[in-house]
């Protein structure tokens, strides 16, 4: 039965401004995976090289983590509204910039570069908008508490995060589908005009929400990054929901890397089985699981999420590597789980900084984790290096358990118990 003590998917709808942010993400998701599709497509045929190819599409991952470094104070320090668009109008620019006839590849890869700084900020700030559009007790523009809201309820949170993801995966299966489609009708040039157009419709679709002030003061800078990112890491509790968030997804998605090399003629099966086991696992975690449940869980479903690749070693016949490959995607729902923790360790004015550090963290870890995969099964085998990955990432899981445990009251990131948590300080 679900948990009726939180919101509905349907709940969320009739929720004021939470329609126009879904669908202006669900825009920017869909241009961000034809572009990538398209920029990978014309890279290739210009260089023939899989290398470069494959940057071209993750690096924009990867530079995230300068982001975090450097930007990433203005995800509480900046106007949501204006911010998400004029993002949003940015990477229209850049895509159309990409599109250009004779543009050099140093210049794709520095505006590839350029999109992935600015897509940290961008995680930030969105997240930190619909915590604060779906968690009781936030603010509008006027600065009077919302009607009907109580402080220190978080299930709001979590419950639109599980949409959000569902929505991303159905974005992205449904993205690279239409995007390889075009790219047999259209040239990839083309194709990133279109996704531009798509990242120009998400800043129209933002324009739809309430202007709102910053949820923090002061001006946005490298030097309140650093600072905030400093004091973020200082709580040992954080710490560990980040490591938890970071690692072992990274590590498992480091097995995924390998599909195509594991099987090349049944990649598309096993992505679509591991899409399959995400969206199940999210709609579980995020609206049938009981709310005292969920904390005790967190461990449990990172276990799963890396124990079915360890039966890969085995070579496993096809329908089988299916079963396991959907069955572990079901643990990704544990990043729910953690953030939702995450959330109730983080005071409110920090909420955006501290899930746009958790979002660039965690697309840098599966870009490092997908280069490292990469390189153990160049040297033994895909069949092993997801093996590897797997166990390292059981590993970490473990490890992680046992520090937390030592370190929070509550039993850390397995939780023993459950009940109200006292609103955290800065200090």
């Not at 300068?66 to 900046?78: E, H, W």
């Not at 940015?90 to 159309?96: E, H, K, S």
């Not at 609206?287 to 869980?297: F, G, I, T």
């Amino acid at each position: 039965m679900p948990d009726t003590s939180r919101k509905s998917y349907a709940d969320l709808f009739r929720t004021p401004e939470f329609t126009p942010l879904f669908l202006s993400s669900s825009a920017g998701i869909a241009a961000q995976t034809v572009s990538g599709l398209a920029l990978g497509t014309l890279v290739f045929r210009a260089t023939d090289s899989p290398l470069l190819s494959a940057v071209s599409m993750f690096g924009p991952a990867l530079a995230q983590v300068l982001g975090a470094t450097l930007f990433l104070s203005g995800a509480d320090r900046l106007a949501p509204r204006a911010t998400l668009a004029g993002l949003s109008l940015a990477f229209a620019v850049a895509t159309a910039a990409l599109a250009l006839p004779g543009l050099p590849l140093w210049a794709m890869f520095a505006i590839v570069l350029a999109e992935g700084l600015i897509a940290s900020l961008g995680g930030g700030v969105r997240w930190g908008l619909l915590n604060e559009i779906l968690t009781e007790g936030g603010k509008s523009d006027d600065g009077k508490s919302d009607e009907g809201k109580r402080a220190g309820d978080k299930s709001g949170y979590m419950t639109g995060r599980s949409l959000f993801n569902m929505m991303s995966g159905v974005m992205q299966i449904t993205g690279y589908a239409a995007g390889g489609a075009l790219l047999t009708l259209l040239s990839p040039r083309l194709c990133l005009l279109l996704a531009a157009c798509l990242y120009g419709t998400a800043a129209g679709l933002t324009l739809r929400l309430t202007r709102r002030p910053p949820r923090a003061f002061g001006r946005p800078s490298v030097a309140a990054t650093r600072r905030t990112n400093a004091l973020l890491w200082s709580s040992a509790p954080r710490r560990h929901v980040y490591l938890a968030l970071w690692i072992p997804n990274g590590l498992v998605v480091g097995c995924e890397s390998l599909y195509v090399s594991y099987d090349p003629g049944a990649a598309g099966i096993l992505f679509a089985c591991a899409a399959l086991g995400m969206l199940a696992g999210d709609v579980a975690v995020g609206r049938l699981l009981p709310a005292r449940l969920r904390p005790r869980l967190g461990i449990p479903l990172l276990m799963l999420l890396a124990a079915p690749y360890l039966v890969l070693f085995l070579r496993p016949p096809l329908p089988l590597t299916a079963v396991l490959v959907a069955l572990a995607s079901v643990g990704f729902a544990a990043s729910l789980v953690q953030q939702e923790r995450l959330v109730a360790l983080t005071p409110d004015e920090l909420a955006g900084h501290a899930l746009g550090l958790h979002s660039a963290g965690m697309l840098t870890a599966q870009g490092v984790a997908a280069a490292l995969a990469g390189t153990v099964a160049q040297y033994s085998s895909p069949a092993t290096a997801m093996t590897v990955m797997a166990a390292g990432s059981l590993t970490v899981t473990l490890t992680l358990t046992v520090a937390s445990r030592r370190s929070a009251a509550d039993g850390g990131l397995w939780a023993a118990r459950t009940g109200p948590r006292s609103r955290p300080r800065l200090g």
